[in-house]
């Protein structure tokens, strides 16, 4: 089982990379790039956005349920979501350093340029992310059939757990994407900059 976990895992972020790859491989021009960024900064700077942000700041861990399914879950969400907020401080700071401004406008070129490498790693770590969301959303159905069966002592507490897991992997998904989507236009801004 563990094998082919590892094996899924290994095939998912293959293919990630290999779609990231192509995308750069299209050598968008730089025109091109800053639109898409324009579009990525509205996306970032949207009320949508800032209604997940704020969420994400709110939510509380549940206490412990005594349903291991619905505990474990919890926990990895808990976990994914820390992941989502430091992901969220890293992209906005690589966004400074690559593009010379932040996402609200403000000229910075004091800031050493990231290398390529670095935001390749932190492409990478997203969509490990990604893939940690995914998984975790597909073990939702089994913790909630297990909340059914809980002792009527335990289902109150393994119900607010469940909902908290379905909550953070509600918001923490949309959050990757964005900054995937930011991350790989950084990569290709770099690229077409270094071509130059």
Known sequence: MLKKMFYST?????LVFTMSQNCFAQDK????????????????????????????????PPKTSGVSSVDALATNSFILLTSTKDI??????????????????????????????ELASLALTIATQIKAVADASASVAGASADVKSASPMQAPKATKALNYSKDALALAGPELQMNLKVINNLIATLKSSNNN
């Open 88 to 117: 969220n401080t890293q992209v906005p700071e690589m966004y400074k350093r690559t593009i010379g401004e932040t996402v609200d406008g403000v000229t910075d070129v004091t800031v050493k340029k990231p290398t390529k490498e």
């Open 29 to 60: 021009t730089k025109d091109e790039l800053k639109a898409e960024r324009d579009v990525l900064k509205s996306e970032m700077k949207s009320e949508e956005a800032k209604e997940r942000e704020a969420k994400i700041a709110k939510l509380e």
């Open 10 to 14: 290994a095939i998912c972020l293959g």
